[in-house]
Every structure is written in structure tokens, then in C-alpha cells.
């Protein structure tokens, strides 16, 4: 992706506040100019929608229908995000995890409850064509959680929807995946002592054959990832880091934790992955604000999820992997190819990070 500097772009963001008895849902509108470095100049921010359908604590958008669906205790609601105003409306669903997109539709989870069991269906999605929820195969690892268990992030890969999650009972994380054709769940090998957190922390860019995930505060991990079958036809899934980025820079407000300010700090960073010297992978900061929102009125304010409207994500589609369904005489070969392949990207795509 190409990024002319002082080309203007923008950023949507959809939150969620209590004002004057209400649950209120906002989405704004802001709009900067890319100078690749880090900035305090003021962007433009617009108001382009409010709501008042309940509290809405999770968020989806589908590119290719250019709608942004809001999920909430008592079901939800769509908005057209071309002409910013409610469609329709999502009938009431379990209580879930953060809802994931890919091809499409929307996929939910349901939570773990120490005060009921796992009602079924526990893995849904929902198809804005046929504008029905679809149930899917059950979620089988439940047991290997406890209460607590949440989706931290996730990454759309080749067919497959990989799912970082906290809570594993047996360590801090664990990593699942689900095999969208196949309709079914399979566990994935992760070294989970090389981190103290989940992998991803939403939702991961795939670039080629390689997943770019955040990672803390400023690292960017890269992973490969394998789907290897023996000759018993049982297949294996495994994520592998293959090197940390560091040096993401973004500005910050000067007195960030100040709780009697009246106004919302948002920093919104945009970078790209960049080789380097050598082959030597770097981050570079693109555009870095930070701006205030005037929250008076509001008891709190909570940003549930922020987009581009000019792109969509990348989902690369089934069939087209190199790694897919290997041999074990072919894996250490196309182990060697992502080496190899890696080094070649020269960027990956924008990603917007809201904090």
C-alpha cells in the first residue's frame, strides 16, 4: 500500500457512554493528514452518527456490505456506513466474546459463566445476506479454560480463524483454531512460555504467508503458521514467531491518567513494516496524535472498536497457501520458504491502532 505524504485519511471510531440517564452510542469521524512522524497537531474530528439503543458493548464491520454491526445485552443493531444511519436490527444472542469477522460474516463465541452452564449453540455466526444466525460446530475446549476465559485477538488465515484466548487453566493463554469449510475445531502448539500475554491483541494483519500481530505496547511479532498432516490424515496446527519488531512510536497526552479531566484522550497511530538494510525488518511511524474529546455529561466513556473506510482487511482464501495441508517431508522445506518469502515483503498494510 502506497501512502502519499500529507495524503488526508481517516479513522472511525464507535463508542459507547452514559450521558444524561442513557446508554449512548457514538461514532466519530476523524480525519488527519499522514506527515511520518509523530504529531500533536489537532486532526479533524467529525460526529457523524449517535444512537440511543442501549449499552453496545462489542462492535464488527464488514467491508463488502459497508455495515457496522453493534452487539449489545438485548441484541444489537446495523448501521449503514454509507449513509450513517440504523438499517436493521440483530435479535437478541448468548452472551458472548468479542464478535470476529471474516468472509463476510460474523462469528460470537459464548462466554464461560461460573453461575450457568454452556448453553448450545456456543459458536454462531451471522449472515447479513440470508440475514439469519447460522449455528456452527461447538466450541470443544471449554474445559480447558476457566471463568475468566476471553478472546484477546484473532487472525484470518487461509480458511482457517485463529483464536488468541486468556484463561487456559493449565498456563496464562492458549491459542485455537477454526476451519471455516471444514466446520470444525482444532487446538494449536504455541510455545506459551515465550510470552506472558496472548499473541494477538486484536485482530492480526496476514501479509503473504506471515501474520503480523501487536504485541504489548510496541512490538509487533511476526508468526508463521502450519497445517501439517500426517500420513494417518491427522492434522496438526502450529504458530511459530519468526521476529519481533520494535520502535512503534505514538504520541501521548501529557497527563493521560488525570480522572477529574472532562475530556477522552485518543491516540490513533498508523505504521508500516518496512525492510531495511540487510533484510532487516523495521517499523516506521507513519502518523502518530493524539486528540481530546469533550465528554461532559458523560458518567464514562468506553471505545468499542475503530476502522478505516477506505480499506477493508486482507482474508486471504483457502487453497492459495503454500503451507496448507503439508507432508512431513514438506515441512521443512516450506519452513524454509516463509524464511525466505519474509525477508521480500517490502511493506504490509496500514493498521490503525486505537488506544
Known amino acids: ?163 488468541s484466548l486468556y484463561g487456559l487453566r493449565n498456563g496464562n493463554f492458549g491459542v485455537v483454531a477454526f476451519h471455516v469449510s471444514r466446520n470444525n475445531w482444532n487446538r494449536v502448539k504455541v510455545d506459551t512460555s515465550t510470552y506472558c500475554a496472548p499473541p494477538f491483541q486484536g485482530r492480526a494483519v496476514v501479509v503473504d504467508e506471515t501474520i503480523y500481530a501487536l504485541y504489548g505496547e510496541a512490538e509487533i511479532i511476526a508468526f508463521s503458521f502450519s497445517i501439517d498432516k500426517d500420513n494417518d ?23 493521560w491518567c488525570d480522572s477529574h479531566l472532562k475530556v477522552q484522550y485518543l491516540s490513533i497511530t498508523t505504521f508500516r513494516i518496512v525492510v531495511g538494510e540487510g533484510g532487516r525488518h523495521m517499523i516506521k511511524t507513519i502518523h502518530s496524535n493524539v486528540h481530546s474529546l469533550d465528554i461532559k455529561g458523560s458518567e464514562w466513556f468506553d471505545l468499542v472498536f475503530c476502522f478505516t473506510l477506505e480499506y477493508g482487511d486482507y482474508e486471504p482464501v483457502e487453497g492459495k497457501s503454500v503451507t496448507s495441508t503439508n507432508t512431513p517431508k514438506q515441512e521443512e522445506r516450506n519452513a524454509r520458504k516463509l524464511e525466505i518469502e519474509a525477508v521480500k515483503h517490502e511493506e504490509a498494510n496500514d493498521v490503525p491502532i486505537g488506544y
Open 1 to 163: 500500500m502506497t501512502v502519499n505524504q500529507g495524503e488526508a485519511r481517516s479513522v472511525c471510531l464507535f463508542v459507547s457512554s452514559y450521558e444524561e440517564g442513557e446508554y449512548t452510542n457514538t461514532v466519530y469521524e476523524v480525519k488527519f493528514k499522514h506527515g511520518g512522524k509523530v504529531t500533536h497537531e489537532p486532526p479533524v474530528v467529525r460526529n457523524v452518527a449517535k444512537f440511543r439503543e442501549g449499552y453496545c458493548r462489542q462492535a464488527a464491520r464488514i467491508f463488502n456490505h459497508s455495515k457496522l454491526y453493534s452487539f449489545g445485552d438485548d441484541g444489537g443493531f446495523i448501521v449503514d456506513t454509507e449513509t450513517w444511519s440504523k438499517c436493521s436490527s440483530i435479535p437478541p444472542i448468548p452472551a458472548s466474546n468479542s464478535p470476529v469477522c471474516a468472509y463476510d460474516k460474523v462469528y460470537y463465541l459464548a462466554c464461560r459463566s461460573c453461575f450457568q452452564p454452556i448453553m448450545e449453540p456456543s459458536f454462531q455466526r451471522y449472515d447479513p445476506d440470508k440475514e439469519v444466525c447460522e449455528q456452527m460446530a461447538s466450541f470443544p475446549f471449554y474445559d480447558d479454560y476457566d471463568h475468566g476465559m476471553r478472546i484477546s485477538g484473532y487472525a484470518v488465515y487461509y480458511g482457517v480463524i485463529l483464536f
Open 233 to 255: 490424515d491427522f492434522i496438526a496446527y502450529s504458530l511459530s514467531q519468526m521476529f519481533i519488531l520494535h520502535g512503534l512510536e505514538f504520541a501521548r497526552p501529557t497527563d
